[in-house]
């Protein structure tokens, strides 16, 4: 098992973390490590909303048709990131060592209410059903997302977590619910 990051923990300043991001960190989109429960299996981070943001800062707004907000396709992303985080943090999977995790079913997605960007978004992300192989694991994650202590999103989704090498390529996804963990 990994050994725990102190909490709060300001993430863009954990250069190991930054530097095995499989993504840029601009759309990280969590500052800071605010809660890690192994016992659990739940990570809470903080996301800001007052910074830009891709399709956000892309938006035509209208302050009665289309008020400015955190768009949905954002916080889908940002339950990616926090899967990472969660694998990162929790089971010690690191990309430079071959590990890679996919989205595989959004299985339910609710939007509770708009974000305006501003005050940050408080995090979630739990790990309900673990099927871990010693190259392939199947994560199950409930994630919620609070503004203003208001849920704003909520999530049941699956991800796929692979060890990928030169004797082992990524070779394609198979997302069709049974594949078994190796």
């Known amino acids: 098992m990994p050994t725990l990051p102190r ?3 300001a993430l863009l300043d954990d250069a190991e973390l930054i530097a095995d991001l499989p993504y840029g ?3 990280l989109f969590f500052d800071e490590l605010t809660e890690i429960d192994a016992e659990k299996s739940m990570i809470r981070c903080r996301m800001p909303t007052d910074v830009p943001m891709p399709i956000v800062s892309a938006q035509r707004n209208h302050p009665v048709r289309h008020p400015r907000h955190v768009a949905g396709a954002v916080m889908v992303h940002a339950t990616g990131m926090m899967g990472f985080l969660h694998a990162y943090y929790l089971l010690g999977l690191r990309h430079h060592e071959g590990w890679i995790g996919y989205g595989t079913h959004i299985h339910k997605v609710v ?10 978004i408080d995090a979630t992300c739990t790990a ?7 190259t392939r694991h199947m994560i199950r994650y409930s994630f919620e ?15 796929v977590w692979m060890r990928v090498d030169e004797s082992n390529p990524l070779a394609g996804l198979d997302a069709g619910g049974d594949a078994a963990a190796r």
Do not use: M, N, S
């Open 128 to 134: 309900t059903k673990k099927r871990l192989g010693r």
């Open 145 to 159: 997302f609070r503004h203003e202590g208001a849920i704003c999103y909520e999530g049941d989704q699956t991800a």
């Open 7 to 9: 909490v709060p923990l």
């Open 111 to 120: 939007f509770r209410k708009l974000v305006p960007p501003g005050t940050p």
């Open 25 to 27: 960190p601009e759309v």
